[in-house]
């Protein structure tokens, strides 16, 4: 909220937007967009790498899910490698 305030009605931000050319401004959201997806693609990565490891499963996960909807689902199949 602070950066909508500080950013969207500050006048001498409107002032540049006004006087950059459009080629320039859209190349500036470009490079913040690519900055926002590397960001995301390396968090997402982070996350999810130990979860595709073939011993991320373990023997005290099934008993983790006795009583849930989940616990009659056959485990996925291990890749071989």
């Known amino acids: ?17 006004a ?3 459009r080629l320039r401004l859209w190349l ?3 490079f913040l967009l690519l900055i926002a997806a590397a960001f ?7 996350r999810v790498r130990p979860i595709l490891r073939p011993d991320a499963k373990q023997p005290e996960d099934a008993a983790t899910l ?14 071989v490698t």
């Open 1 to 17: 909220m602070l950066l909508t305030v500080l950013v969207f009605f500050n006048g001498p931000v409107w002032t540049m937007a």
């Open 28 to 30: 500036a959201l470009l």
């Open 66 to 79: 006795i009583g849930t909807p989940f616990e009659t689902m056959p485990d996925r199949p291990r890749r």
């Open 40 to 46: 995301l693609v390396s968090s997402t990565l982070s």
């Open 19 to 21: 006087t950059i050319s």
